[in-house]
């Protein structure tokens, strides 16, 4: 019997296993539940029976607004929920990158924030035209700690990811099929899970340890780059998260006014 959750569900439909989140109504943000319950699907993938693929879909408009700002604003003021944060966050990445079936994203509407590191961490992206993809932590401000450093270099080249990791400027699906961090395009998000959705079967149709096997290949470079650069920049974004500039960021946002940082 599948696991229940309340943020986001979790299905397999013979070889095909398939989280959706299902939160429309928040525009399916990341919050301290719903990273808990991802972090547990993932890895119980790390074994993953007789799935030979691993689908991500989403509700709604957005695939995933990020990270919670109400949530931020806790992690700032209690050591303890910080700590848990980072550990979950060094969960789910390892854990994205250590599943041993393929992932394949289904991505109908924008992601922002932790939700594009989950995304960039695909193996395959199906996209439609409409969508953006931004990690606006510098907005906010904190650093790109939770996958964002590692991630966006390895999808974009670094160059263009310095000019989005360091604006806060989202990047267009188009954009992105052409550099290379969007794997497959459509015109309209109704065309997204149909084809990611193909892509998967295709998979299952192929011999599963050829597949892991060069899978596990292909990351293995990834993984060894986590080792520096995700850890420093995680560590990086737990400093930020006892700037006062953070806290103004956040009031400034919530009510709709001009922020004053101080570099402090």
């Given at each position: ?78 050591k303890d929920r910080r700590f848990d944060a980072w550990d979950a966050g ?175």
């Amino acid at each position: 019997m599948m696991k229940e959750y309340s943020t986001l569900q979790f299905t397999q439909d013979g070889p095909v296993a398939k989280i959706l989140f299902n939160r429309p109504e928040i525009l399916n943000r990341m919050d301290d539940v719903s990273t808990a319950e991802l972090v547990d699907v993932i890895e119980r993938m790390r074994r993953p029976g007789d799935a030979r693929v691993l689908l991500f879909a989403s509700t709604g408009k957005a695939f995933s607004a990020g990270g919670d700002l109400e949530e931020v604003r806790r992690l700032a003021t209690d050591k303890d929920r910080r700590f848990d944060a980072w550990d979950a966050g060094r969960r789910l990445i390892y854990g994205m990158m250590e599943i041993p079936v393929p992932t394949v994203m289904a991505l109908q509407g924008d992601a922002y924030g932790l939700a594009s590191s989950i995304v960039l961490s695909g193996d395959i992206i199906v996209a439609s035209k409409n969508v953006r993809i931004g990690d606006p932590h510098v907005r906010v401000g904190l650093s790109a700690g939770d996958g964002g450093c590692l991630l966006w270099p390895a999808a974009f080249g670094m160059t263009k990811a310095k000019r989005h990791l360091l604006t806060g400027d989202p990047i267009g699906a188009e954009e992105a099929y052409r550099l290379g961090g969007v794997t497959d395009l459509v015109d309209t998000p109704e065309e997204v899970l149909p084809l990611a959705e193909r892509l998967a079967a295709q998979i299952t149709e192929l011999p599963p340890m050829a597949v892991q096997l060069t899978k596990r290949a292909l990351n293995h470079a990834m993984h060894k780059q986590a080792v520096d650069v995700f850890e420093f920049s995680l560590a990086l974004e737990q400093y930020g998260m006892l700037s006062e500039d953070l806290l103004e960021a956040i009031d400034a946002f919530k009510n709709k006014r001009p922020p004053v940082y101080r570099n402090r």
